[in-house]
């Protein structure tokens, strides 16, 4: 009640519908876990270098060793998965995606628009819409190195195990990366009212 | 030193403890405790092995070309060493819940059809080797020994002390192996000779080396397979 007061008084708050609000929350950590646990497993046997590679260091891991990080990425990669798949659903029932993720329209704004605020819009649009594949390539490059004698098929397109694997870690710099300028895009068009909007 | 060595590991967990929290990783540590793993995998390892026995069939799996073979990529892993076995008197016995146990010495495992294949060899630490192994299929052997109906479950236990457990159908699967040939050459003492087991299906710690015992078993029992008894998973299907 007093948080409809206050925004009758204020400029009014962006409005966010609760399954992106979910989503997000539930992506985010569902990713830390999916990440920290990963880099667990990472350190078996390092991508770059093997046995004589180097290790990530113990604060940014989860579980005491190899059994563990893959327990937790085993158990998070459902929640991970089923997260995205439901706001995928949601996007398309929706029609979201018409709207709300980039089109062609996007590109010519992005180049030729003399609204600013448009420019940073698009932009910013188009950064969000491309991190959606990764995030699926994140779960198709690890499914893959989970069952690689049962989708062989999708293994083969890979075309060797070190691609395989360097794909599925190159995913954690992205999505990083990714969260930074999505954060940053946001901020700068909406202020933190914006960003505030999407979690709470 | 029993009155002391308690109070050691107490003060170096708590200092373990401290660190994390300094390292502003309580939270994440805070769940790595073994409480957390555990509970999380009472609840995904049933679902998780369900999934994985779904997909799995007993068609063979794709196999790759000779020029594929990635002789320099298959890594040693062994927990004690390799043992030293005489092949003169090696012998590999099929027990258990059999009709008719058997005693194989080298010579007579090398007589029965040997079946080759080049598959991708996958360990659980992440590293994967296109192998060519080469050896008789554990099915025939099973076959041999004319298991009871209500078998399930494989036993191996090794030369060295290891000991696995599989379940029936992944033993049964025509690409699972008692290899005695690696790459073409004769099975290296490091790989597991006289006999080891190979498998595209499993994960390399179920492919137990230096393979001395076969089981047929109507349960699993609580002694599952060395890294399986250290919390690694059972299944381990690929």
Redesign the interface.
């Known amino acids: 009640m007093e948080e409809a007061k206050k925004s009758t008084k204020k400029p009014k708050a962006p409005k966010q519908d609760l399954l992106a609000k979910v989503f997000h929350w539930i992506n985010i950590i569902s990713l830390?876990i999916m990440a920290?646990s990963g880099l667990r497993?990472?350190n078996?046997?390092p991508?770059f270098g093997?046995?004589a590679g180097q290790d990530f260091p113990?604060?940014?891991?989860?579980?005491?060793?190899?059994?563990?990080g893959?327990?937790?990425h085993?158990?998070a990669m459902?929640i991970y998965a089923i997260n995205l798949l439901i706001y995928g659903l949601y996007i398309f029932i929706t029609k979201r995606w018409k709207n709300r993720f980039a089109a062609s329209n996007d590109l010519k704004a992005l180049q030729a628009s003399a609204n600013a605020k448009r420019k940073i819009f698009a932009g910013h649009k188009i950064v969000y819409t491309v991190i959606i594949p990764i995030l699926l390539l994140a779960i198709v490059s690890g499914v893959v190195m989970y069952?690689?004698?049962?989708l062989?098929w999708i293994a083969s397109l890979f075309g060797s195990?070190q691609v395989l694997?360097t794909v599925h870690f190159l995913t954690i710099p992205i999505v990083l990366g990714f969260t930074f300028v999505h954060s940053f895009l946001a901020l700068k068009f909406g202020g933190i009212r914006l960003v505030k909007s999407m979690f709470v | 030193m029993g009155l002391i060595l308690p109070k050691q590991t107490l003060s170096r967990r708590k200092l373990l403890q401290w660190s994390s929290l300094v390292g502003g990783s309580f939270l994440l540590n805070g769940c790595s405790s073994s409480w957390g793993v555990s509970q999380i995998n009472q609840w995904t390892e049933p679902l998780n092995q369900s999934i994985q026995q779904l997909i799995v069939s007993q068609r063979s799996v794709p196999e790759f070309a000779a020029n594929q073979i990635e002789p320099n990529s298959l890594l040693i892993n062994s927990f004690n060493g390799a043992p030293d076995i005489d092949l003169k008197t090696y012998r590999l016995t099929i027990s258990g819940e059999v009709n008719n146990p058997i005693q194989l010495s080298l010579g007579e495992i090398q007589a029965l059809p040997m079946t080759s294949m080049i598959i991708r060899h996958v360990c659980v630490e992440g590293w994967a080797a296109i192998v060519q192994w080469g050896g008789i299929r554990l099915t025939d052997l099973i076959k041999l020994a004319q298991p009871k109906d209500d078998v399930r479950y494989v036993y191996f236990k090794s030369a060295d002390g290891y000991y696995e457990s599989w379940d029936l159908a992944a033993s049964l699967h025509p690409q699972t192996l008692l290899a005695y040939q690696k790459n073409g050459e004769p099975l290296p003492q490091d790989n597991g000779a006289p006999i080891r087991l190979a498998s595209p299906i499993k994960l390399g710690y179920k492919q137990s080396k230096w393979v001395t015992e076969v089981i047929l078993t109507k349960q699993l029992m609580t002694e599952q397979g060395y890294w399986e008894d250290r919390g690694y998973e059972w299944f381990a299907g690929l």
């Open positions: 830390l920290s497993i990472y078996a046997n991508v093997g046995r113990d604060f940014l891991l989860l579980g005491e060793g190899l059994a563990d893959r327990v937790w085993f158990a459902w069952k690689p004698a049962q062989h195990w694997r």
